[in-house]
């Protein structure tokens, strides 16, 4: 045998494909494609997300999704020319119904308000939706009913801290019916999705490919399930999971995602009529589910404010976005959760005023429906983006100084009341009040404070230890151990950066200020910047939001004696938790008395906050010992 002798090249080689032949995946990654169907070579051995498909076959899946991006272009074309004559008929959601049938519309899906949602009608959006119906269908295969219940179990815990407002009974009664079990036993599936994209996350072993997949079913079914399903429930759930992906996106860090779902969530309730008395829903059959479409305003409502509270100081474009549902609802405060499932209706709808328009004037009592969870949660998101607001006017209207003084007072006041009319925790003792939902409610009202008297701060004494105190208590909460909660409010990175700058402008004061009865003392202070410090760095790992504020403080010594301005590669205590053990270990430690009955001696302003005796917003147990007073 000869040295010459080459063995035959492949016969892929010999004969090339002809130009426009390969599959679309090797031509999109320039890959040297053999041709072979139904999948090429390289497709087999590298799946790539897309199929192995080739123009000249069958209708691909690539060309029925460009056809449909054709057609929806063309339907954008005809909104926005409404002059010339359409392609197709469109759904008029605002039309009157007639005598004869008295059917409503949401979102331009009709429904009869004497009875279940119907059926789609021609005009509907599923009619266009309907050209689309020779896509090709993938079948989705939901996880097994333990990995469901699973995620149940982790999900549920923390439903209440992402905006969860339907009855968790109920919801996990229907979530483990199985999948063959007639559809509209079951939550719609953008629903299921959502809540199993959240179970994951609050798992012990977060699953990152499984979190993808979750996430694209959601979206997917978010955009589908109201305009072609029949669910009864299909507006409820569409709100529902439009909160929850909200709520994921927030946590990821990606705000205008969260602003999208928010608004969407928002519009599907002003469109429902949940904001006012005429309801185009069917009656509510029980008082759980009228204690669901309250519930389901006020998620909502709390939901845009706390977004535009976290859009405003980086992305303030996105805040009149969130601007929809207004105080001038006429939706009664929600009660408790266990109060629904007693057969207690919420109280009547309000024809001539609004319960949170009351509330921010005043003329409503300060604990008017304190003993809801979701209530102080309302109550501390409107005042704070309402002082904050008024702060960020503060700034470039200066001609208008007599009318934010008047609007600096009645906040004041209205932050003052709330903050003494906080309930003891024994008074929330319902199954959606957690540590961190607690924790979230104080901080926005002690958060409130602090911009509030940072106003006036440098010229008056009294304002500057009322914001110092407002900052302390943020920084330690009584009866709530920070460091484990395996989730906070992404909004919690903004309170404790507020707290902390605040009180570090107070340390820089206070170098060149003689000690002054009754305020807290420096090192007190850098002890609690110090917390501060450790609550960031502990919740940063997985709260992008939080991790953000905690890169602001990159180079700073977690020492309670170290400078606010220091950048030493001084060696920090191995972990967060070491820093908090030596902090209460310290001689100075910082304890808190528990909160006296006694009012404020001037309601209505700073001197509430300044005669306190106490800075702590939560509720220590009646045994729990805390001792030094501040």
Not at 96 to 111: D, K, N, Y
Not at 289 to 300: C, Q
Request: with cysteine; net charge negative; aromatic share 8%.
């Amino acid at each position: 045998m000869t040295s010459s002798t080459k063995p035959p090249r492949p016969s892929s080689s010999i004969h090339p494909l002809k130009r426009g032949a390969a599959c679309l995946n090797c031509r999109h990654f320039k890959i040297k494609c053999d041709g072979k169907r139904p999948h090429c070579t390289p497709c087999l051995s590298h799946p790539k997300e897309d199929e192995c498909e080739y123009q000249d076959g069958p209708r691909s899946r690539t060309k029925a999704l460009e056809d449909k991006i054709a057609a929806l272009e063309a339907h954008i074309f005809e909104l926005e020319n409404p002059n010339q004559e359409p392609a197709m008929q469109l759904s008029e959601p605002y039309s009157q119904p007639s005598p004869t049938s008295p059917t409503g519309s949401v979102l331009g899906v009709p429904f009869s308000p004497t009875s279940e949602l119907s059926q789609p009608s021609p005009l509907s959006a599923s009619s266009f939706l309907a050209r689309f119906e020779d896509i090709p269908k993938y079948v989705e295969e939901e996880p097994s009913v333990d990995v469901i219940q699973s995620l149940l179990d982790f999900f549920l815990p923390h439903a209440g801290e992402i905006g969860f407002f339907l009855n968790t009974n109920a919801f996990s009664r229907a979530v483990l019916q199985p999948p063959s079990t007639n559809s509209h036993a079951r939550p719609c599936p953008a629903l299921l999705y959502a809540v199993y994209l959240w179970g994951n996350f609050f798992s012990q072993f977060h699953d990152v490919a499984q979190e993808r997949t979750f996430e694209s079913r959601a979206l997917r079914h978010c955009a589908l399930d109201l305009a072609s399903s029949s669910h009864p429930d299909r507006v409820m759930h569409g709100i529902q999971a439009n909160v929850l992906l909200s709520h994921f996106y927030l946590k990821s860090g990606r705000l205008s995602e969260a602003v999208y779902f928010a608004t969407g969530a928002a519009t599907l309730v002003t469109s429902a009529g949940l904001h006012s008395h005429t309801s185009k829903l069917p009656s509510a059959r029980t008082s759980i589910e009228a204690g669901e479409r309250v519930d389901a305003f006020w998620t909502v409502f709390s939901l845009t404010r706390v977004l535009a509270i976290v859009a405003r100081p980086t992305m303030p474009s996105l805040c009149p976005m969130l601007e929809i549902l207004g105080c001038d609802a006429e939706v009664p405060w929600p009660l408790p959760s266990n109060l629904y499932q007693k057969g207690i209706y919420p109280d009547s709808f309000h024809s001539q005023s609004s319960v949170a328009a009351a509330f921010m004037q005043g003329v409503e009592p300060a604990d008017a429906g304190n003993e809801s969870i979701l209530v102080l949660e309302v109550k501390a998101s409107l005042v704070l983006n309402e002082v904050s607001s008024l702060v960020n006017r503060w700034e470039y209207e200066d001609g208008q100084a007599e009318v934010l003084l008047s609007s600096h007072q009645r906040l004041s006041h209205v932050v003052t009341n709330l903050r003494s009319a906080m309930p003891r925790l024994h008074q929330l003792s319902t199954s959606d009040v957690t540590p961190a939902r607690l924790l979230a409610v104080g901080s926005m009202i002690e958060a409130a404070g602090v911009t509030l008297f940072r106003v006036f701060a440098p010229s008056d004494q009294a304002y500057r230890t009322a914001c110092a105190k407002a900052a302390a208590s943020i920084l330690n909460p009584a009866g709530i151990d920070v460091t484990k909660q395996s989730y906070v409010s992404p909004i919690m990175g903004l309170l404790w950066s507020t707290a902390i700058d605040a009180l570090e402008q107070e340390c820089e004061r206070l170098k060149f200020a003689s000690p002054v009865a009754g305020h807290l003392s420096e090192l007190s202070l850098r002890q609690y910047i110090a917390r501060g410090l450790v609550f960031l760095r502990h919740h940063a790992a997985r709260n992008p939001i939080v991790r953000q504020f905690s890169e602001q403080y990159n180079h700073r010594d977690l020492s309670p004696h170290s400078s606010p301005n220091s950048r030493t590669s001084h060696s920090f205590p191995s972990t967060p938790i070491e820093t908090l053990q030596s902090l209460s270990a310290s001689p100075h430690g910082i304890y808190l008395h528990q909160r006296s009955s006694s009012p404020a001696s001037s309601v209505g302003d700073y001197q509430g906050y300044q005669n306190a005796n106490t800075v702590s917003f939560m509720w220590p147990s009646q045994n729990s010992g805390l001792g030094l007073s501040l």
